[in-house]
């Protein structure tokens, strides 16, 4: 395969404008698409060139796989990068890439469609020895199956969508006369959300941490994994916190773990970066999720813990090279949290909180990453994800990196919407979190949105603070720093 010259980025937001930068410093050319709305927006300002797609609903633009492709071709793109979302995870819109000589910086369709359908990717799993909740690896068919697999497992069951993820069309069940209205609620839910109605049935598995392994493979057969993550702060199965390394994986089951992940990978012919899902329990035994084949939006806190740049990978890749490291080339150094900092009320459940970005002064200094797709002045309407910014801070180790990511959280100054920073504050300072003892209904189980009302001020305060702020320079009065002070200051501090 040929060298890649120029790429068109099908996405918008701070996905858009991170798959730029490394296409920049691969000297590869950069088209954006936007939609009406997003006609100034960063990512079309940093890329090369840019092509209007459509109006501002994404099912008019940025999810319209004619336009998309029409828009390659006007520009000359030889490849297309999807970000995540919109159509990262269509195999067909992989398929039509290929058919039209455009490289999709992904995997093949068929790794995408056969990760797509839950059932089919617990088959091949289970056929890999990799270990899966317990319950059906094929559709359920009747009531009778479902009290008969419950009987063999015990309650209680969780009832999924195999078109599913995300959490769409799933129900709990604790006691068989459940399973009638609840089997017809998922089906219902599964039908509108994935026009597809069949459902299978697991183990419900309690308390559950959420980890996951990157892993990147090439043409040439080779595997490797970078490391694993941590994501059980979410709410409504959306994602607020993530960290890498996971804290409580012992070198041991890190190893099994990502052993399991790479076979993963290897058993569905897998080529790009890719991300397994496991649930861990509370004796840490692990469980295959899904596969998620995609960049995601984690990818970050991977990044900083392992210095490599997992766009620049995808795309050597997508070019036919072999990975330019091997496993044991891969070390992890520290530790990393990546804050989404959503336009949402925390106060008022996390309610999408729109209107114009008055204000947006990023924290900074070494170890943080800001990874934004608005900027000031800019409106956050409701037309796509309410996300403003991605804050990612790196430490020499997880106690180091939690305080530099409230200092960083309390720098970042944003005006003119509700942001899910407090929330993030709130997290960040909970004695469960700092012992890395929290599982995914941590917030459920730990968050009230009346603990928002005291923390979160009023965009008026804000405003006014900053103005003061600027107002009021104080005189330096420090005294000069005269003792070099030791690489290991934080040894002797609590
Ligand atoms: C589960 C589970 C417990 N037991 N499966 C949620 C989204 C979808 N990807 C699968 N999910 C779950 N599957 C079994 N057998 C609990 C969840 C789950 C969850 C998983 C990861 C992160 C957050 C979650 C929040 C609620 C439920």
Not at 106 to 127: N, Q, W, Y
Not at 274 to 293: A, P, Q, R, S
Not at 331 to 342: Q, S
Request: aromatic share 8%.
């Amino acid at each position: 395969m040929s060298q890649i010259k120029k790429v068109l980025i099908a996405n918008r937001g701070e996905i858009a404008v991170r798959v730029i930068h490394s296409c920049k410093e691969l000297n590869i050319q950069t088209v954006a698409v936007y939609s009406r709305p997003d006609k100034y927006a960063p990512h079309v300002m940093v890329a090369d060139e840019s092509v209007f797609v459509g109006e501002a609903a994404s099912s008019e633009s940025y999810l319209v796989i004619d336009k998309i492709i029409d828009a390659a071709r006007q520009t000359g793109a030889d490849a297309i990068h999807p970000g995540y979302g919109f159509l990262s995870e269509n195999a067909a819109f992989s398929e039509r890439c290929k058919k039209e000589g455009i490289v999709f910086i992904g995997p093949e369709s068929k790794a995408i469609r056969l990760m797509g359908d839950k059932t089919e990717a617990r088959k091949l799993m289970g056929a890999a020895e990799i270990p899966t909740p317990p319950g059906l690896k094929s559709e359920l068919k009747d009531l009778e199956e479902a009290a008969r697999v419950a009987d063999e497992i015990g309650y209680p069951i969780l009832i999924k969508a195999a078109a599913g993820g995300g959490g769409k069309g799933m129900r709990i069940v604790y006691k068989n006369e459940e399973f009638k209205s609840s089997i017809k609620a998922a089906k219902s839910e599964a039908r509108n959300a994935f026009g597809d109605d069949r459902v299978y049935i697991e183990k419900y598995l309690e308390e559950p941490r959420h980890v996951e392994f990157q892993i990147m493979a090439d043409t040439h057969g080779n595997v490797v994994h970078v490391f694993d993550r941590e994501c059980s702060v979410q709410r409504r199965h959306q994602k607020v916190i993530e960290e890498a390394p996971c804290a409580i994986l012992t070198p041991e089951l890190r190893q099994e773990m990502a052993e399991c992940a790479i076979k993963a990978a290897k058993a569905c012919d897998y080529v790009g970066a890719g991300t397994i899902e496991f649930l861990v329990d509370k004796h840490k035994n692990f469980y295959f999720l899904e596969m998620n084949t995609r960049l995601q939006v984690e990818h970050p806190v991977t990044e900083m813990i392992s210095g490599i740049d997992l766009v620049a990978s995808q795309i050597l890749v997508a070019e036919g090279k072999e990975l330019p490291y091997k496993q044991e080339d891969l070390t992890m150094n520290g530790h990393a949290f990546e804050c989404r900092i959503y336009a949402e009320d925390p106060a008022d459940n996390f309610l999408p909180s729109t209107g114009l970005l008055e204000k947006h002064r990023v924290p900074t200094g070494d170890g943080i990453r800001v990874d934004a797709g608005v900027e000031e002045g800019q409106k956050i309407t409701i037309n796509y994800d309410p996300m403003i910014s991605k804050l990612t801070v790196h430490g020499p180790n997880r106690e180091i990196a939690r305080k530099r990511m409230l200092r960083a959280l309390d720098e970042y100054e944003i005006a003119g919407c509700k942001t899910t920073i407090p929330f993030c504050e709130f997290t960040l300072k909970h004695p469960e979190f700092i012992e890395a003892n929290y599982d995914t209904h941590f917030v459920q189980n730990h968050f009230k949105p009346e603990i928002m009302q005291e923390i979160q001020p009023d965009k008026e305060v804000v405003l006014a603070a900053t103005l003061l702020k600027q107002a009021h320079v104080p005189e330096n009065t420090a005294a000069p720093v005269t003792e070099s002070v030791s690489g290991l200051w934080w040894k002797n501090r609590k």
